[in-house]
Each structure stands twice: as C-alpha cells, then as structure tokens.
C-alpha cells in the first residue's frame, strides 16, 4: 500500500531541503502540491510549488469540502491540501510527501494513522537560528524576535510528531530521513 510522510518544521530549520533530496532518491515519491491564497513568490509558478488561489476561490472550496486539512495563516492568507491532490498521487500507486506547518502535519497523521510518517525537522538551536536572521540582513530587530518566538512555539509541536531530525548537520540529516523513510516503506 502507498504511504504518507509529512515534513514538518519551523521555519529555517531546512525542510524543503530534506524533501528535494528525499524526492531525488528514487523512493516512488510525490510531491503534495498544497493550495494557497498568498502570490507567488520570485519564479514560483502554478501547479509546481502550489496551486495559487484567490481568498474567494479558497473559501468556495473550503465549503465544497475539497481540503484534507487546511489553514488561514494571516487574514485572507490559506494554505491547505486538496483531497484530490492526495487521491491522485495514491491511485498511481506512488507515496505522498507533505510539507505543511507543525499543524496541518499533525491533522493529517490524525487522518492516515499508520499509514502516515509524520517528522519534525528540528533547527539546530534558537541561537544558531537567530544568526541566520541576522545575516540574512533582511528583517529588522523586531521582526527577527517575532520569527524566533514563532520558532520557539512552533519547536513545542515536535513531541507528537512520530520521529524529529536534528537539522545541525545537513549530510548527517539527509541520511537520517533517507534510512526513516526507507525503513517506513518497506515495513
Ligand atoms: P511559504 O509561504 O513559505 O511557502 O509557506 C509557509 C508555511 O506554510 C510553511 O510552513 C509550509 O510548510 C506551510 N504550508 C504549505 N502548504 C501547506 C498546507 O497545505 N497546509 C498547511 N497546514 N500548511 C502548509
């Protein structure tokens, strides 16, 4: 039977990278194209990243009950994943991979049960995150705080996640998710 892997994380703890090379290892794997009211960003486009939606198109669709689970982050701003984005990938016989935020992860471990692997990508520390802002040189001290407060509440959420990866090293990591998940489908 196909299986779910959902990645959860806060954010720079590297999980997109995890989910490209999980991707690129030949595991039968497919990538679950969220839905999201926000635009595209930089050379995103539709139908690769996400399925962009207009706040309008996303409610009729959140009262057509078309989500698995879905979430408004900022007002007017939703992520969620499609029923049939899912529905598609398991009916050709391929696994799922989400990357969702620390709750849809968890509602859809709630929905899938064994079937699903749900792992918490863990950033190395509070500190090291805070330096990667600060270099990064994009955000201003208060909005550096309020990430890193985001961060710490979104670091309480990796108890109820099947397994956390510690994100220091990335080869260490990287390894780490590939024998979790190897280990997952084969079982
Ligand atoms: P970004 O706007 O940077 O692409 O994503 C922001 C956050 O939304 C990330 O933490 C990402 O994992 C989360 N996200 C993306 N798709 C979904 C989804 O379908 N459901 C939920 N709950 N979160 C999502």
Redesign the pocket.
Known sequence: MAKLIIF?AP?GAGKSTLIRFLLEQGLNIRFSI?A?S?KPRGEEKNGVEYYFLTPEEFRRRIADNEFL???E?YKDKF???LKSEVDRILAEGMNVVF???C??GLNIKKIYGDQALSIFVMPPSVKVLRERLEKRGTDTPAVIESRLAKAEYEMSFAPQFDVTVYNGDYNQAKAEVLKLVTDFLMD
Do not use: L, Q
């Open positions: 959860s954010s969220s999201t926000r689970e879905y979430e982050v992520y969620g994943t990357d969702v935020d709750i849809g």
